[in-house]
C-alpha cells in the first residue's frame, strides 16, 4: 500500500471520527428488556414475534427459490445452498458418525440457520431504530420515566443530532427522577417540568421499535432451548428405550441389587444428572440472550459515544457473534444428542465420569 | 444511605450502581481466565499437530462457549440491577 494511500485512511478516519463525534451522536441509551408490544389480539404480539416471521419467510423463500429446477450440477442459488448444506452435514457426520447423522441433520442445520438468519436480520438498517414513539404522558395517564427527545421533521419524528451548534451535544434524553410510589399526579407534574424547555417542534417520548432482533427476547430463545432439550430427549428415548435411558437418570439398578451404598451414590448421580439438564437449559437460554442482547446494548452505547468509527468495528463483531453463537446453539445440540444417543456401559464403569455437567 | 464516614455516604442509588458494576467486573475475571487458559492449550496441540486444526478449533469454540456462558449470566444479572430494577 502507497504511502499516499495509507495517508488518505488516516485522514479519513480522522475527519469521520470528528463528525461522527461531533454530529451524529445518538441520545443516551435506554435500554428496554422486555419486548415491546405492537398489537394486543387477546395475547400480545410483540416486536420479536413479527421480526420472527419475517426471518422464517425469508429462510423459505430462499429455499424456495434454491430448489426450484433441481440439476445435477448445482449453479447460482442451488450451489450456495448446497454448500452450506454439505458443510453443515459434514460438521453433523464428523461429531455423530454417520449412523445417527442422518437423523439429527434437520434439527441441526435448522437450529444454524434459523439462528444465523435471526441474528443478522437485527443487524439490518430499520431494525430496532424505526417504530412508534410513545409520548412521555400519554393516554390514561401513563407516563413513561424515560424518554428522548425527538425533533418533528415534515410530520416524522426523528432524533436530532446536535450538529449545528458547538460545543457539541447529543441529543437530549430525559429521565423523571420520582420514588416509584408517586401519584400519576405527580408523575406527569415532572414529565411536565421536565419538557418545559423544549422548542415547539420538538417532543419527548419513548421509542417503541416495529421490529427488534429476535434473539433479544428471552423468550425466543427460551423457546428454542426447550426445543432443543425435547429433541435430545427424544432422540434418547428413541434410540435406547424408555427404561435404559431413563435410567441415567433414575438409577436403582445397583440399589435394588442390595448394594446400599452403591446405589445410593448412583441415585444421587442420577438426580445430578437431572439438574445438570435442567441447567443445560437456562445456559442455552442465558447464552444466546445475553450475547444478543449485550450487542444491541453495545449498538445502542456506541451510538452514543463515537458513531461511524468505533460502529463499524461493532458492526463486524456483531456479525462474527452472530454466527459463533449460531454455530454454538447447534453444536451443542449435535454434542448433547450424541451423549443421549451413545449407550452407556452398565458394568463395572463408573457413572460419574460419563456425565458431562456443562457450564 | 450508608455512612461510612461522616462525610463519606452512599446513597442507595449510588450502592444501585456500585452493585451492577461489581457484578459484572468480578464476574469476568473468572471466565477470561478460562478463555485465555483454553485458547492457550488449543495453541500448543495446534502447534504440535498442524494436521487436526479443523478439529482442534471446533472443540475450542465449543469450549470458548461454555466458559462465556458464565460471563453472560454475570452481565444479565449487572443489567438487571442496573436498568431494569426500579429506584425504590
Known amino acids: 500500500m502507497g504511502k499516499l494511500k495509507l495517508y488518505l485512511i488516516i485522514a479519513a478516519v480522522f475527519v469521520l471520527t470528528l463528525v461522527g463525534f461531533t454530529s451524529l451522536r445518538s ?4 435500554v428496554e428488556l422486555k419486548a415491546e408490544t405492537v398489537l394486543s389480539l387477546g395475547i400480545n404480539i410483540t416486536n420479536t414475534m413479527i421480526t420472527a416471521a419475517i426471518v422464517i419467510i425469508i429462510l423459505i423463500v430462499f429455499s424456495y427459490f434454491a430448489t426450484r429446477k433441481m440439476s445435477l450440477i448445482p449453479s447460482g442459488i442451488q450451489n450456495f445452498f448446497e454448500m452450506i448444506i454439505e458443510a453443515l452435514y459434514n460438521l453433523v457426520v464428523g461429531t455423530a458418525g454417520e449412523k445417527h447423522a442422518r437423523r439429527f441433520f434437520p434439527v441441526i442445520a435448522t437450529i444454524f440457520l434459523y439462528v444465523v438468519a435471526a441474528n443478522w436480520f437485527g443487524l439490518l438498517p430499520g431494525v430496532a431504530t424505526i417504530g412508534k414513539v410513545e409520548p412521555l404522558v400519554g393516554e390514561e395517564g401513563v407516563v413513561q420515566e424515560k424518554g428522548t427527545v425527538f425533533s ?33 399526579q405527580q408523575k406527569e407534574a415532572a414529565a411536565a417540568e421536565a419538557t418545559s424547555n423544549l422548542k415547539t417542534n420538538e417532543s419527548a417520548g419513548l421509542l417503541a421499535p416495529f421490529l427488534r432482533s429476535v434473539n433479544t427476547d428471552l423468550n425466543a430463545t427460551l423457546s428454542l432451548a426447550i426445543w432443543s432439550a425435547i429433541f435430545v430427549e427424544f432422540w434418547g428415548i428413541s434410540s435406547q428405550g424408555f427404561f435404559r435411558y431413563g435410567s441415567k ?14 446405589g445410593f451414590i448412583d441415585f444421587v448421580v442420577g438426580i445430578l444428572e437431572f439438574v445438570a439438564e435442567a441447567a443445560r437449559l437456562l445456559s442455552f437460554t442465558f447464552r444466546l440472550f445475553g450475547n444478543i442482547f449485550a450487542g444491541e446494548m453495545l449498538f445502542l ?4 459515544l463515537l458513531p461511524i468509527i468505533a460502529l463499524d ?9 452472530g454466527l459463533i453463537q449460531a454455530f454454538i446453539f447447534a453444536m451443542l445440540t449435535l454434542v448433547f444428542g450424541v451423549v443421549a444417543v451413545t449407550s452407556h456401559e452398565e458394568e463395572g464403569v463408573d457413572h460419574g465420569s460419563e456425565s458431562t455437567v456443562p457450564a | 444511605m450508608i455512612h461510612l464516614l461522616p462525610v463519606l455516604a452512599i446513597s442507595d442509588g449510588g450502592l444501585r450502581f456500585i452493585a451492577a458494576a461489581l457484578a459484572i467486573g468480578f464476574g469476568a475475571i473468572g471466565p477470561a481466565l478460562a478463555i485465555g487458559m483454553l485458547t492457550g492449550k488449543a495453541m500448543e496441540a495446534l502447534g ?30 449487572a443489567v438487571m440491577i442496573g436498568l431494569v430494577f426500579s429506584a425504590t
Open chain 1, 313 to 321: 468495528l461493532v458492526y463486524g463483531l456483531e456479525l462474527f457473534f
Open chain 2, 48 to 77: 504440535r499437530n498442524p494436521e487436526a486444526q479443523p478439529v482442534i478449533t471446533t472443540n475450542m469454540i465449543l469450549g470458548i462457549a461454555f466458559a462465556e456462558a458464565i460471563a453472560i449470566y454475570a452481565l444479565i444479572v
Open chain 1, 301 to 304: 452505547v456506541i451510538l452514543f
Open chain 1, 27 to 30: 441520545a443516551r441509551p435506554i
Open chain 1, 249 to 262: 437418570f433414575l438409577n436403582v439398578k445397583r440399589l435394588l441389587k442390595g448394594d446400599i451404598f452403591n
Open chain 1, 152 to 184: 418533528n421533521v415534515a410530520g416524522v419524528k426523528m432524533i436530532m443530532p446536535g450538529f449545528p451548534s458547538w460545543p457539541p451535544h447529543e441529543p437530549m434524553s430525559i429521565t423523571l427522577d420520582v420514588p416509584a410510589d408517586a401519584t400519576p
